[in-house]
């Protein structure tokens, strides 16, 4: 089971990366996949739910694939109930490894479109540091226009450099993700 998963991750990581310009339908195509996921995530579970990644951010260019971020209070009975839901309304489920989270595993879910593009990401997270940045990420680059430039640039440069290593282009955009970061948490304590 587990080198089954590793061979699906591998496959999943080669998939091409596609950069297109910023869609203001995004936005609402968020909140239509929440809603959906409000219905099928028992509430005791849900702690937060959120639109983070580029999508989330107006006016930049970005891989056309909404994530959504869902805090959760139980990651077993994520597993054990929801699974099945989430793949009964047509999710992919992967047990994917974190980066930075306390947890070592989250559970993440891919959906297509009939073509078979990935559409939407969502990831259940235990509540921790590494899901508040995200937020903290993305809230930064709504407020701070140039520097959303800077990882449109950046993300368009990456996809060309690494348009079927997803796993590259991940990395190579964390100096710059750490940097939005540190900014971020000094103009805070400045105010």
């Known amino acids: 089971m587990e080198k089954r998963m590793e061979q699906r991750i591998k496959a999943l990581s080669k998939e091409e990366i596609a950069i297109v310009p910023h ?53 077993e009975a994520i597993r054990t109930q929801v699974v099945p839901l989430m793949e009964g309304a ?54 701070d226009p140039e520097s959303a430039k800077r990882y449109e640039v950046l993300k368009l440069e990456l996809a060309t450099r690494f348009r079927r290593n997803r796993i590259a282009y991940t990395e190579q955009k964390t100096d710059f993700i750490n940097e939005i970061l540190a900014k971020a948490r000094r103009e805070k304590m400045k105010r």
């Open 23 to 75: 869609d203001p339908q995004w936005a609402a195509q968020a909140l239509e996949l929440e809603k959906g996921l409000k219905r099928i995530i028992p509430r005791m579970l849900m702690l937060r739910i959120c639109h983070i990644g580029s999508t989330a951010i107006p006016g930049i260019s970005a891989k056309p694939i909404i994530d959504i971020q869902v805090e959760v209070s139980d990651m």
């Open 90 to 143: 047509g999710y992919e489920f992967i047990w994917r490894p974190t980066m930075g989270d306390d947890e070592p595993f989250y559970a993440w879910f891919i959906l297509r479109n009939e073509a078979g593009q990935r559409v939407a990401h969502v990831h259940m997270v235990r509540p921790g540091q590494a899901s508040v940045d995200r937020i903290i990420f993305r809230d930064h680059l709504r407020n």
